[in-house]
């Protein structure tokens, strides 16, 4: 469920994270919880995140399960719309609860829109449209590097 959350984005250096938008407001983050499940024996490789939704007037958070496996297409996807300065890159969680689509034009203004959904079966929906500097993208792309980095050590 959608809470109000008070206190600024404290992205704590414990656990990993990624986000979207600006550090302290209009902003969408994705704190990792625990590890990820095994995909050879659980089908897929699971692992819940902590959404923190700082946009316009609206604050909140939720739980969510997501896969790693998404976050890095979403990876994939974002590094040459970066490096072109031009281009599409979304993320979408499986159950629909979670979803960011990035826009750049080719002057390296970012459109980041999406929506939040606070039970995948029948819940609400709170759409977003952050706008931003692409130089802000390569922070989202050196997170999602890092997090992903910090699960490698762990299944060794």
Known sequence: ??????????????????????????????QLLGTPADPASEGYDWIKGLVRVDVGAFKGELEISLCLSDLVRFKEQLEPVYEKLEGV????????????????????????SGYVVDD??????????????????????SEIDKALFEFSQTRR
């Open 1 to 30: 469920m959608l809470q109000q959350h008070t206190d600024t984005f404290a992205s704590t250096d414990e656990l990993p994270f990624f986000s979207v938008g600006y550090t302290d407001k209009e902003r969408v983050e994705v």
């Open 120 to 141: 995948f079966v029948c819940g609400n929906k709170l759409h977003f449209n952050i706008s931003y500097d692409q130089t802000l993208l390569w922070h989202t792309i």
């Open 89 to 112: 890159a979304e993320f979408k969680t499986i159950e629909d609860q979670l979803a960011i689509r990035i826009e750049v034009d080719k002057l390296g203004h970012v459109q980041a």
